[in-house]
């Protein structure tokens, strides 16, 4: 059975700590400050809670004393796939089922938050983005090139959490910036639960629904099966340029729903003849037009349930406030 785990605060003690979450939150007796220390040493004993949580009744936390924080500590690396769904692709006007080449790169750990936290919109963006997406969460240690399969995934991976990869499209796109433009601070609300996979639970990496709402609306929706580089695939990959420990994530990219469109090719030929400066201005001058784009007061919920509700990643709530 999964076991679904989240980092919290008590805003009456001070005390930080790791709980088990079913249908209430359990304190795991563990002295783990981040999550690789957690998985190495909590990980055993969440699993045993799980499996027979009425022993542990005592453990039970008063939740109007939490705050549930982001259950992925700094520090850590985050890899992250653009692209990786048909929906997405087709809004940029790429092939949604060639498959010539996974697109990687790179967030700051300093944009993580928590799943309840304001999202700050920079005063200098103007152009803000949402972006669902599905972490898996690395378990081991990978210091060289490996070949990962859907059979022996789980010897690398320790489960999956949800994550909003929050983007500046004037600064992504303009600038060729991919890791500044998604690495501000706040720019990724994280949790609020980790949830831990047993050996023949990573099936469920391709078994997952994806929604996204903002201001009640629905924007984005797909399915973990869509992805076009699937997560094995692309730890393969990763393997052969990337060293990974546990506590890593890997975005796995994005459905389509995004504020970002996409001129007609036609438009995109013509703003290729234009010089540089003209051309992007041009193109900030457009997309600043497209009321999706997210301003101060927006609020966004983010959801991550498997096909059978045995994965529930909870709901993350973020509000855009302003620099």
Not at 120 to 141: C, F, M, Q, R, T
Not at 158 to 180: L, N, S
Not at 226 to 241: D, V
């Amino acid at each position: 059975m999964p076991c679904h785990i989240a980092r919290y605060k008590n805003t009456t003690s001070g005390k930080f700590g790791w709980a088990v979450w079913d249908n209430g939150l359990y304190d795991i007796d563990v002295d783990s400050p981040d999550t690789q220390s957690f998985l190495r040493d909590g990980r055993e004993l969440a699993f045993k809670m799980q499996s027979n949580l009425t022993e542990y009744q005592d453990k039970l936390l008063d939740e109007t004393e939490i705050e549930i924080l982001s259950p992925i500590t700094k520090p850590c690396r985050i890899l992250c796939q653009g692209s990786n769904y048909p929906a997405a692709r087709v809004e940029t006007g790429m092939n949604p089922h060639a498959k010539d080449y996974n697109t990687l790169f790179h967030k700051s750990d300093a944009s993580i938050t928590g799943p309840a936290s304001d999202i700050i919109k920079p005063s200098h963006v103007k152009l803000l983005d949402y972006e669902v997406e599905l972490a898996v969460v690395i378990g081991a240690d990978i210091k060289e090139s490996v070949t990962v399969t859907r059979d022996n995934i789980h010897q690398y991976v320790a489960g999956v959490v949800m994550v909003h990869d929050v983007t500046a499209r004037d600064i992504q796109i303009p600038q060729v910036q991919f890791y500044k433009g998604k690495s501000y601070r706040t720019f990724c609300p994280t949790g609020p639960y980790l949830c831990l996979l047993s050996d023949d639970e990573t099936k469920y990496l391709e078994q997952l629904n994806l929604t996204l709402t903002v201001n009640g609306e629905l924007k984005q929706q797909d399915h973990s099966s869509n992805m076009i580089y699937k997560p094995h695939e692309t730890l393969t990959e990763l393997s052969q340029i990337e060293d990974l420990a546990p506590g890593d994530m890997i975005f796995t990219g994005s459905p389509g729903g995004c504020a970002l469109s996409v001129p007609p090719k036609a438009i995109v030929k013509l703003l290729g003849l234009l010089p540089e400066a003209v051309k992007w201005k041009a193109f900030v001058g457009k997309q600043a037009k497209n009321p999706e784009y997210l301003k101060a007061g927006d609020y966004i919920e983010a959801r991550i349930v498997s096909d059978d509700g045995k994965i529930d990643l909870g709901t993350q709530r973020n509000t855009i406030v302003n620099q």
